[in-house]
C-alpha cells in the first residue's frame, strides 16, 4: 500500500498554546486529504476535507478558526489547532487519497497516516 | 448523508475460529467499501476492500462479502489468530476522493 507519514507521533502542550500536526503522502500525489479525530474506544470522525491549493471544507461542528488546516503541495497537509485547550486533546489521524490512475488502480483509494496523540495540559 | 451501522462492538472467539463482523450503509450511491484494523495507538490499516460491481473478495484468510440489494457488507476473519486482536472498522464511500464514513468500530478479541 501507499505511504501517508504523520508527525509527530505524540505531542504535549500547555493550554493555550497552538500546535501543528504534518501529513505527508510518500510515494503519491494526493490533491485531497482528509483530518479525523477519534476519541477514545470511537469511530473516527471526519473534521475537514483539504485540497491543494484551495480552502479546506469542514464538517458540520468543526470550528475552522481553531482547526487551521493547510495544503500547500500535492504531497503535505498541515493541521493547527489553535489555542489548545484540554478539551482538545484527542487522537488526531489524517489520510491522503491516492486518485485513480496511479498503480492501477481504477478508483480513489484512502491512505492513513499513524496519528497524532494531542495531550493538552 | 452516508450512515454507517457496525456490529457487533465487541466480538471475543478463540484462536482458530472464525470471526464475523457486519455493517449496514444507507446511501445506495455509496460504491465503495473498505475494511480497516487499527492497533491501539496506531492509525487505521486498510485490509481489503470491495467495489459494488463485486459480491465477494477474498484475501488468504479474509474475506469481504457485499450485498448491495440489502445495502450490507460484512467482513470474515477464518482461522482467527492472537495477532488479529484489534479494532475493525468498515466505511463505506461514493469515491468521493478518498472521503469515508465510518462505522463505529468493532473490538475483536483472539483468545489463545
Known amino acids: 500500500g501507499a505511504v501517508v507519514s504523520q508527525h509527530p507521533s505524540w505531542v504535549i502542550c500547555k493550554s493555550g498554546t497552538s500546535v501543528k500536526i504534518e501529513c505527508r503522502s510518500l510515494?503519491?500525489?494526493?490533491?485531497?486529504m482528509f483530518w479525523y479525530r477519534q476519541f477514545p474506544k470511537q469511530s473516527l470522525m471526519l473534521m475537514a476535507t483539504?485540497?491543494?491549493?484551495?480552502?479546506?471544507?469542514?464538517e458540520q461542528g468543526v470550528e475552522k478558526d481553531k482547526f487551521l488546516i493547510n495544503h500547500a503541495s500535492l504531497t503535505l497537509s498541515t493541521l493547527t489547532v489553535t489555542s489548545a485547550h484540554p478539551e482538545d486533546s484527542s487522537f488526531y489521524i489524517c489520510?491522503?487519497?491516492?486518485?485513480?490512475?496511479?498503480?492501477?488502480?481504477?478508483?480513489?483509494?484512502?491512505?492513513f497516516g499513524q496519528g497524532t496523540r494531542l495531550t493538552v495540559v | 448523508g452516508e450512515n454507517v451501522e457496525q456490529h457487533p462492538s465487541t466480538l471475543s472467539v478463540q484462536e482458530g475460529d472464525s470471526a464475523v463482523i457486519k455493517c449496514t450503509y444507507s446511501d445506495s450511491a455509496s460504491n465503495y467499501f473498505p475494511w480497516y484494523k487499527q492497533e491501539l495507538g496506531k492509525g487505521p490499516q486498510l485490509i481489503i476492500d470491495?467495489?459494488?460491481?463485486?459480491g465477494e473478495k477474498k484475501d488468504q484468510r479474509i474475506a469481504v462479502t457485499l450485498n448491495k440489494t440489502a445495502k450490507h457488507f460484512s467482513l470474515h476473519i477464518t482461522e482467527t489468530q492472537p495477532e488479529d486482536s484489534a479494532v475493525y472498522f468498515c466505511a463505506a464511500s461514493y469515491n468521493q476522493g478518498g472521503k469515508l464514513i465510518f462505522g463505529q468500530g468493532t473490538e475483536l478479541s483472539v483468545k489463545p
Open positions: 489520510s491522503a487519497a491516492r486518485p485513480p490512475g496511479q498503480r492501477s488502480s481504477m478508483n480513489t483509494e484512502a491512505f
Open positions: 483539504s485540497n491543494e491549493g484551495s480552502k479546506a471544507t469542514y
Open positions: 510515494d503519491f500525489q494526493a490533491t485531497t
Open positions: 470491495i467495489r459494488s460491481n463485486v
